[in-house]
Structures are given as C-alpha cells and as structure tokens.
Nanobody
C-alpha cells in the first residue's frame, strides 16, 4: 500500500514557476513508478507526466513538454513536478499517482495507476 500527499500548489502569474511535491509513504515506494495528472473544472482528468521507478524513463504530455520536468528522490520518498513558463491553461487540480508497473504504451491512462493523492490546486493568472 502506498499513500501519496501532494503539496506546492498555489497562485502564480503566467510565465511563472511552481514545483509540486508528492510525498509517499510505504517502504516499497522506490519500486513504484510515479505519474502526474491534472483536472480542470468541467474537463476530464488528463495525463501530464510520468517517470519509471528507476528514473531512467520519463514521459510527458505534448502540452507540457519542454516546460515541465518530472523527477524523484528515492532517498526522500518524494516525487516532483517542476513547472516553468506556466500558462492560464495549466490551471487545474494536480494529482500524483503511483503504480507497480508502468506500461510504456499506456502510461498516459489514469487506469494504469493504482494509488492516488488528494490533489493540489494550481491557478495561473493572466
């Protein structure tokens, strides 16, 4: 069992940066892949980024590629999402998620992840 808690959300102006954190409990978190999803009001939850348990492979949605960076610190049982050049369209609740096995085909599907955090709000003003 893995429990996830996100933090780092807030209000930022367009062009600004935020770093989200995802603190995990559970001794085996280092063996879990990590993902970030987001959900804007009235929209479906969408994939943002994912990283394998080893950190050797990362995946990004086209909309955030080049602006967002996913990473993890196994020693701290924490994952991160560095978000730069933020746009109003990035406004959403951001969720971290984890899974024991990350498919390199279906990594972008929320159903590929077993454990979810409660989410943290990110608001980007124009």
């Amino acid at each position: 069992q893995v429990q996830l808690v996100e933090s780092g959300g807030g209000l930022v102006q367009a062009g600004g940066s935020l770093r989200l954190s995802c603190a995990a409990s559970g001794r085996t978190f280092n063996m879990y892949a990590l993902g970030w999803f987001r959900q804007a009001p009235g929209k479906e939850r969408e994939f943002v980024a994912a990283i394998t348990w080893s950190g050797t492979s990362t995946y990004y949605a086209d909309s955030v590629k080049g602006r967002f960076t996913i990473s993890r610190d196994s020693a701290k049982n924490t994952g991160y999402l560095q978000m730069n050049s933020l746009k109003p369209g990035d406004t959403a609740v951001y969720y971290c998620a984890s899974t024991t096995y990350l498919s390199d085909t279906f990594y972008y599907l929320s159903g590929s992840f077993e454990y979810w955090g409660q989410g943290t709000q990110v608001t980007v003003s124009s």
